[in-house]
Protein backbone atom coordinates (compact mmCIF):
# COMPACT_ATOMS: atom_id res chain seq x y z
CA UNK A 1 0.00 0.00 0.00
CA UNK A 2 1.49 3.08 -0.57
CA UNK A 3 2.33 5.58 1.76
CA UNK A 4 0.96 9.07 1.36
CA UNK A 5 0.07 11.35 3.80
CA UNK A 6 -3.82 11.44 3.48
CA UNK A 7 -6.97 9.14 3.24
CA UNK A 8 -7.28 10.92 0.12
CA UNK A 9 -3.88 10.48 -1.02
CA UNK A 10 -3.80 6.64 -0.65
CA UNK A 11 -7.13 5.84 -2.19
CA UNK A 12 -5.95 8.05 -5.81
CA UNK A 13 -2.99 5.54 -5.40
CA UNK A 14 -4.76 2.17 -4.91
CA UNK A 15 -7.41 3.31 -7.68
CA UNK A 16 -4.39 4.26 -10.41
CA UNK A 17 -2.44 1.20 -9.35
CA UNK A 18 -5.36 -0.82 -10.12
CA UNK A 19 -5.99 1.14 -13.66
CA UNK A 20 -9.02 2.42 -12.42
CA UNK A 21 -11.25 5.46 -13.17
CA UNK A 22 -12.88 7.33 -10.61
CA UNK A 23 -15.98 6.48 -12.33
CA UNK A 24 -15.15 2.67 -12.89
CA UNK A 25 -14.13 2.49 -8.57
CA UNK A 26 -17.35 4.33 -7.98
CA UNK A 27 -19.65 1.92 -9.59
CA UNK A 28 -17.61 -1.47 -7.99
CA UNK A 29 -17.94 -0.13 -4.43
CA UNK A 30 -21.55 1.44 -5.05
CA UNK A 31 -20.87 5.15 -4.07
CA UNK A 32 -20.97 7.76 -6.62
CA UNK A 33 -18.21 9.38 -8.63
CA UNK A 34 -18.27 13.15 -7.08
CA UNK A 35 -18.15 11.39 -3.69
CA UNK A 36 -15.16 9.49 -4.89
CA UNK A 37 -13.37 13.08 -5.94
CA UNK A 38 -14.29 14.42 -2.41
CA UNK A 39 -12.84 11.73 -0.72
CA UNK A 40 -9.29 11.29 -2.85
CA UNK A 41 -9.10 15.55 -2.54
CA UNK A 42 -10.14 15.12 1.18
CA UNK A 43 -12.92 17.09 1.21
CA UNK A 44 -15.08 14.10 3.15
CA UNK A 45 -14.09 11.61 5.59
CA UNK A 46 -15.86 8.27 4.61
CA UNK A 47 -18.09 6.58 6.81
CA UNK A 48 -17.24 3.75 8.12
CA UNK A 49 -18.94 1.51 5.72
CA UNK A 50 -17.92 3.08 2.93
CA UNK A 51 -14.40 2.49 4.25
CA UNK A 52 -14.81 -1.06 4.58
CA UNK A 53 -15.67 -1.34 1.02
CA UNK A 54 -12.99 0.63 -0.19
CA UNK A 55 -10.76 -1.10 1.54
CA UNK A 56 -12.46 -5.16 0.68
CA UNK A 57 -12.26 -3.92 -2.84
CA UNK A 58 -8.38 -2.86 -2.71
CA UNK A 59 -7.69 -5.82 -0.46
CA UNK A 60 -6.32 -3.50 2.70
CA UNK A 61 -6.93 -3.11 5.64
CA UNK A 62 -9.70 -0.36 7.20
CA UNK A 63 -6.96 1.24 9.36
CA UNK A 64 -4.41 1.40 6.84
CA UNK A 65 -6.44 3.18 4.81
CA UNK A 66 -7.60 5.38 6.77
CA UNK A 67 -4.35 6.04 8.59
CA UNK A 68 -1.23 4.67 6.77
CA UNK A 69 0.18 1.74 7.43
CA UNK A 70 2.94 2.97 9.96
CA UNK A 71 0.34 4.14 12.70
CA UNK A 72 -1.43 0.37 11.72
CA UNK A 73 1.11 -1.25 12.59
CA UNK A 74 2.65 1.09 15.65
CA UNK A 75 -0.77 -0.14 17.20
CA UNK A 76 -0.63 -3.98 16.07
CA UNK A 77 2.92 -3.66 17.94
CA UNK A 78 1.75 -2.11 20.96
CA UNK A 79 -1.31 -4.31 21.75
CA UNK A 80 0.71 -7.29 20.74
CA UNK A 81 3.10 -6.25 23.46
CA UNK A 82 0.08 -5.66 25.99
CA UNK A 83 -1.20 -9.29 25.22
CA UNK A 84 2.56 -10.55 25.70
CA UNK A 85 2.44 -8.90 29.16
CA UNK A 86 -1.29 -10.33 30.50
CA UNK A 87 -0.22 -13.81 29.27
CA UNK A 88 3.12 -13.07 31.82
CA UNK A 89 0.35 -12.06 34.53
CA UNK A 90 -2.23 -15.26 33.73
CA UNK A 91 0.81 -17.43 34.06
CA UNK A 92 2.27 -15.57 37.12
CA UNK A 93 -1.09 -15.59 39.01
CA UNK A 94 -1.84 -19.30 37.78
CA UNK A 95 1.31 -20.42 39.56
CA UNK A 96 0.16 -18.73 42.76
CA UNK A 97 -2.92 -20.22 42.44
CA UNK A 98 -1.77 -23.80 41.75
CA UNK A 99 0.58 -23.86 44.75
CA UNK A 100 -1.90 -23.02 47.29
CA UNK A 101 -3.58 -25.55 49.91
CA UNK A 102 -7.04 -25.70 50.54
CA UNK A 103 -8.80 -23.68 52.81
CA UNK A 104 -5.61 -20.69 51.83
CA UNK A 105 -7.09 -17.40 50.95
CA UNK A 106 -5.21 -15.66 47.78
CA UNK A 107 -6.71 -11.92 46.83
CA UNK A 108 -5.27 -9.40 44.31
CA UNK A 109 -5.75 -6.56 42.70
CA UNK A 110 -4.27 -4.71 39.32
CA UNK A 111 -3.67 -1.45 38.62
CA UNK A 112 -3.26 0.48 35.59
CA UNK A 113 -0.91 4.03 35.73
CA UNK A 114 -0.82 6.01 32.54
CA UNK A 115 1.78 8.57 32.19
CA UNK A 116 3.73 9.73 29.45
CA UNK A 117 1.20 7.59 27.06
CA UNK A 118 2.64 4.79 28.80
CA UNK A 119 0.90 1.99 30.51
CA UNK A 120 2.18 0.76 33.80
CA UNK A 121 0.01 -2.51 35.11
CA UNK A 122 0.73 -3.29 39.14
CA UNK A 123 -1.08 -5.88 40.46
CA UNK A 124 -0.28 -6.53 44.37
CA UNK A 125 -0.86 -10.33 45.33
CA UNK A 126 -1.73 -10.95 48.98
CA UNK A 127 -1.80 -14.68 49.72
CA UNK A 128 -2.99 -15.95 53.66
CA UNK A 129 -3.24 -19.00 54.72
CA UNK A 130 -6.23 -20.77 55.87
CA UNK A 131 -4.87 -21.31 59.33
CA UNK A 132 -4.99 -17.70 60.45
CA UNK A 133 -8.24 -16.85 58.83
CA UNK A 134 -9.43 -19.83 60.61
CA UNK A 135 -8.12 -20.02 64.00
CA UNK A 136 -10.40 -19.83 66.77
CA UNK A 137 -7.84 -18.69 69.15
CA UNK A 138 -6.95 -15.59 67.92
CA UNK A 139 -8.35 -11.91 68.74
Not at 9 to 38: D, E, N, P
Not at 108 to 124: F, G, L, Q, Y
Request: proline share 4%; net charge positive.
Amino acid sequence: MPETETLGGRLRSLRLGAGLSQGMLAKRVGISTTYISFLENDHRQPSAHVLHRLAAHFGVHPADLRYGTAIHHARRTRLERRAAAQRRVLRLVKELFTGCPVGDTVRWESNVIRADDKHITTITIIREPGDQLLDPDSG
